[in-house]
């Protein structure tokens, strides 16, 4: 289900960004402070060779707008994405991060906005459960639409 998930919605960002300046990006590190992660899907600039480290090593974080983790499966991968990686995000001033969790209860969709990258925390969150859409508020796809065509149908009680 990881993977579905995140194809889709990689696919889904690509056709809302609509090969404009900006583009959806999977299986490339972001680097920043020489700690490097590997988002699910993420939003940097189409044009990304001067965002690139010096290292090659992947795109700096200052040029990420938007990273989605879809939880990885196993009590490390969920623990990872839904704490650790939210405050490195946080604190790498990543405009929008959200969470895709299939192991929350039914399955629980989170955006967090408004980082404070002195805190590494996210003062803006919107979280619901599957089947229930939720919009990004900003950036360049503000206005892009999670719901059931990503997630799939609210699971069953």
Known sequence: MHGQIANRLRRAVDRHLD????????????????????????????????????????????????????????????????????RAYAGAGIPVYVLIDDYDGHGTVTVLAAPRPDE??????????????????EGPAKGFVIGEAITGPARGA
């Open 120 to 137: 590494a925390v996210y003062t803006d969150v919107h979280r619901v459960a599957y089947g229930i859409d939720v919009i990004i508020p």
């Open 19 to 86: 090969e404009g300046e900006w583009a959806a990006y999977q299986d490339i590190n972001v680097v920043h402070d020489r700690k490097v992660w590997i988002p699910d899907c993420f939003i940097a600039p189409e044009d990304s060779e001067a965002h690139v480290t010096d290292d090659g090593i992947g795109i700096k974080a200052s040029a990420v707008h938007l990273i989605v983790e879809v939880l990885s499966p196993g009590h490390d991968g969920t623990e990872r994405d839904r704490e650790p990686k939210r």
